[in-house]
Each structure stands twice: as structure tokens, then as C-alpha cells.
């Protein structure tokens, strides 16, 4: 007997499937991680080792400055503000 789809199947069903890849062998299980937000990184001019810290309401969001640099998602708009905002840190294109 067939099962009616409903949003919430289809959204669970669509998570669970993986994406064919190219020049695999037939019946191969190969399976393709799912593509995380690209990457947005910053380059601090004064130091090459720190943290930084947003206030989150009553917590702290931390950014670790390693080697010079601090990359978080494209998505993550209030961070983003933030590390725009600082002096000390320059948006690196691409």
C-alpha cells in the first residue's frame, strides 16, 4: 500500500538522500556530504593569535583569530556585522 506524502515525509526523505557522483561504478555507495554555507574569512592586522567576543544577549559568541585570519558562514549576519565593524580586521574578496 502506498504512503501519502506529506511536507514534513518529503522534507525528511529529500535530507536522507544522498547526491549521485559522477564516475562512480554502478552500484557503488558512495555518498556526497551535504554542501555547507560558503565561508566568509577575515584578516586581522594586529594580531595573528586572539579571540573576539560578541555579546549574544546574556551570552558570549567567541571568533577565534588563528594564523592571522577568522573565517565564520556567509549566512551568519549578526557576525558578520560585527567583524565588519572592527578596525583591525580587513573582508578577504573570493
Given at each position: ?14 535530507a ?30 594586529a ?17 577565534k ?30
Amino acid at each position: 500500500m502506498a504512503v501519502k506524502k506529506t511536507a514534513a515525509t518529503d522534507a525528511a526523505a529529500v535530507a536522507d538522500e544522498s547526491a549521485v557522483v559522477p564516475g562512480a561504478p554502478d552500484g557503488a555507495d558512495t555518498a556526497v556530504a551535504a554542501a555547507e554555507p560558503p565561508g566568509v574569512t577575515f584578516t586581522d592586522s594586529a594580531y595573528t593569535s586572539r579571540s573576539l567576543f560578541l555579546q549574544a544577549g546574556n551570552d558570549l559568541r567567541e571568533f577565534k583569530v588563528q594564523t592571522g585570519r577568522v573565517t565564520l558562514q556567509a549566512d551568519d549576519a549578526e557576525a558578520l556585522v560585527f567583524l565588519r565593524a572592527h578596525a583591525d580586521l580587513q573582508q578577504l574578496d573570493g
